[in-house]
Nanobody
Framework: QEQLVESGGGLVQAGGSLRLSCAAA????????LGWFRQAPGKEREFVAS????????DYADSVSGRFTISRDNAKNTVYLQMNSLKPEDTAVYYC????????????????WGQGTQVTVSS
């Protein structure tokens, strides 16, 4: 059974950093586009970042560009999201996602979802 499992969420003060990890199991995701979405309370799930399997191109939402960095380790079947200069508006449940269509900004292009990890940024 294919599975994406996130970790690394938590509570951090504004201006701080967190690193999220997403480990894939059940199949090899090395050829998939891997990415992150987030959903704040009362809001729709939104795109955060994605990375091609070859790592030659990454895509970021304007709201996180310059602060967040996505990376992956295909040998470990893992994708990461380094989040710096966090703001209270970054508070959300962060979801790992895998798909095959680039750019991977639309929810309809996601083949697999993780269960989510909570990130809370205090002011």
């Amino acid at each position: 059974q294919e599975q994406l499992v996130e970790s690394g969420g938590g509570l951090v003060q504004a201006g701080g950093s967190l690193r999220l990890s997403c480990a894939a199991a059940g199949r090899t995701f090395s050829r998939y586009i891997l990415g992150w979405f987030r959903q704040a309370p009362g809001k729709e799930r939104e795109f955060v970042a994605s990375l091609l399997s070859s790592e030659i191109a990454a895509d970021y939402a304007d709201s996180v560009s310059g602060r967040f960095t996505i990376s992956r380790d295909n040998a470990k079947n893992t994708v990461y999201l380094q989040m710096n200069s966090l703001k209270p508006e970054d508070t959300a449940v962060y979801y790992c996602a895998a798909g095959t269509v680039w750019p991977m900004r639309e929810l309809s292009r996601i083949n697999y979802w993780g269960q989510g990890t909570q990130v809370t940024v205090s002011s």
